[in-house]
């Protein structure tokens, strides 16, 4: 018997392996949009699906980041506290000067800034990237509530609206056409720049690029960078779609983005991973979500649901090759 299994799980195992990560998320999310299809109320309906597109906008955008994050070999557990301190900069500076574009500018540079933060304790003082992230999650948290004391800002700007509520030719929102638009960037970046096969390259072998030239502190700086910006923009989505500024905004938002991507087939151990992945774990979130609330499912319930599909990405990732030994 033992033998018997000794030489047929080593095949099984191979053959999931050969099985696309992309087929693999993309088959979820087909078979779980049919399922609510039947089963929640009003689903298959396009104000239903606009609502799902608009709900994943925020994870969306901040799960790009956190793709070449993974990717790279790192973590970042602070991108809920970024969204709430770059939507509170952004709230403030619109309602203090009236200015829109100075409050979207100060809030990317404020999302740039944390980001910088973030690569510099890592790269620079070697701390571990879930411990430097963790003690800049409770500062970023912090920040955000002694803007206002802990108080919520009103932005009532008309010209702020359309980022967050408006929509093209009264069909597609315009923060839908944002989250393409990222996708595509950091999909091109991964794919057919030199900065993404050195993000890989790190990710799966960092003392091997080091030693083939790779400046592999600097290259994890600019990407903690760069998901510091992209996260200062769900910030801005998200007090745009809300009309507010609100400190305990992106409570919980880290484990829905690093659930997306990891979801999406990239490896926790870094080196392996797509955006089309990515997208895809978004969109599944997003339905998860949208479907259990149309099922009227207690938010709590809603909770264990994506808790136990964040177990189940975990679970595929070990299956694959990316779990520790």
């Known amino acids: ?44 309906t396009l104000k239903n699906i606009v609502n799902i597109f608009l709900y994943s906008t925020v994870i969306g955008v901040c799960a790009t980041g956190m793709t070449l994050v993974i990717i790279s070999g790192g973590l970042d557990i602070s991108v809920g506290s970024i969204v709430a301190l770059s939507g509170m900069v952004a709230g403030l500076t619109i309602a203090g000067t009236g200015s829109v574009p100075l409050g979207i500018m100060l809030a990317l540079l404020t999302g740039l800034a944390c980001g910088a933060l973030n690569g510099v304790l890592i790269t620079r003082f ?16 912090g920040a955000a509530m002694l803007t206002t004391s802990g108080q919520s800002q009103l932005v009532s700007a008309p010209a702020f609206k359309w980022l967050g509520r408006g929509y093209f030719l009264n069909t597609i929102p315009y923060c839908v056409i944002i989250m393409a638009v990222m996708f595509v960037l950091i999909g091109y970046i991964l794919k057919y720049t030199p900065f993404g096969r050195k993000a890989y390259s790190i990710g799966g072998n960092p003392e091997a690029s080091r030693l083939a030239g790779i400046n592999v502190k600097f290259v994890r700086f600019i990407i903690y960078m760069i998901c510091g910006v992209l996260t200062g923009l769900s910030g801005i989505i998200t007090a745009s779609q809300t009309g507010t500024a609100i400190p305990a905004a992106g409570t919980g938002l880290e484990m829905d983005a690093i659930g997306a991507v990891v979801l999406g087939g990239t490896s926790m151990n870094g080196g392996k991973g797509s955006i089309i992945g990515t997208l895809f774990g978004v969109l599944i979130f997003a339905i998860l979500q949208n479907g259990l609330t149309l099922m009227n499912v207690m938010s709590f319930w809603q909770t264990i649901a994506k808790g136990v599909v964040l177990v189940i990405a975990v679970m595929l990732d070990v299956a694959r090759g990316g779990g520790y030994e």
């Open 1 to 44: 018997m033992k033998n018997a299994l000794s030489i047929k799980n080593p095949g099984n195992i191979r053959s999931f392996k050969s099985i696309p990560t992309e087929a693999t998320v993309i088959i979820a999310f087909v078979g779980m949009f049919i399922i609510f299809s039947f089963i929640a109320p009003n689903f298959l």
């Open 126 to 141: 070697k701390i571990v990237p879930i411990i430097a992230t963790l003690a800049t999650m409770s500062i970023f948290r």
